[in-house]
């Protein structure tokens, strides 16, 4: 029997996520957050989740673009830190000593350290409750040359990505893998 816990923010995993932006004065932020994901495939879109009070929340709302960087495990330390201070007071850039970089595609600057980035410009604005959550569609997806694999795409084990545990308040790294997907299921015989 399962036991009732309540009505939480509990799905395993949540993505460790950096989101991008530009203030109104055109100064590089960057914010830590796990309340996202991709919504759609076509356009290809990612939500972004975002209380009013945040520093981001404002950029956003300004400039209608933001990027999602993917840190490596390697930079747990930096982006725990961007998830912990606000970059109304603080130049999180010159703190970490990691580099802003210009997108060429969208009003959004991107981790230039860390193996991913989707530049997304915003297509849509939902008022939820206390988050917000914008719709990204995703402009481009870039990646180091460092992680990519087999048929030209991101090898997960080479991006290192880090998941976070919302009610446990602990990071975690990705393991093997179980099985190919849209394969091992086919032993149930019924999947043509």
Request: charged residues 25%; proline residues 7%; hydrophobic residues 35%.
């Amino acid at each position: 029997m399962k036991k009732s816990l309540g009505p939480k923010t509990l799905a395993y995993p949540t993505p460790v996520w950096v989101l991008g932006s530009y203030d109104k004065d055109g100064r590089p932020d960057v914010m830590t957050f796990s309340w996202g994901g991709i919504c759609c495939s076509k356009p290809p879109c990612v939500s972004v989740s975002l209380r009013q009070a945040t520093y981001t929340y404002g950029n956003i709302i300004e400039r209608k673009a933001f990027t999602i960087n993917i840190p490596s495990e390697k930079y747990a330390r930096e982006a725990d830190y961007f998830g912990m201070v606000s970059g109304r007071t603080i130049d999180k850039f010159s703190v970490t000593g990691l580099t802003p970089v210009k997108s060429d595609l969208v009003d959004a600057p991107y981790v230039k350290e860390f193996p991913m980035v989707l530049e997304c410009k915003v297509i849509k604005i939902v008022e939820i409750g206390l988050h917000t959550q914008f719709i990204g569609e995703i402009i481009d997806v870039k990646a180091d040359d460092s992680v990519i694999g087999d048929k030209d795409l991101p090898d997960i084990a080479k991006v290192s990505p880090i998941v976070f545990c919302p009610e446990g308040r602990t990071y975690w790294r990705i393991g093997g893998p179980l099985g190919e997907a849209f394969s091992i299921g086919r032993s149930f015989n019924d999947v043509k």
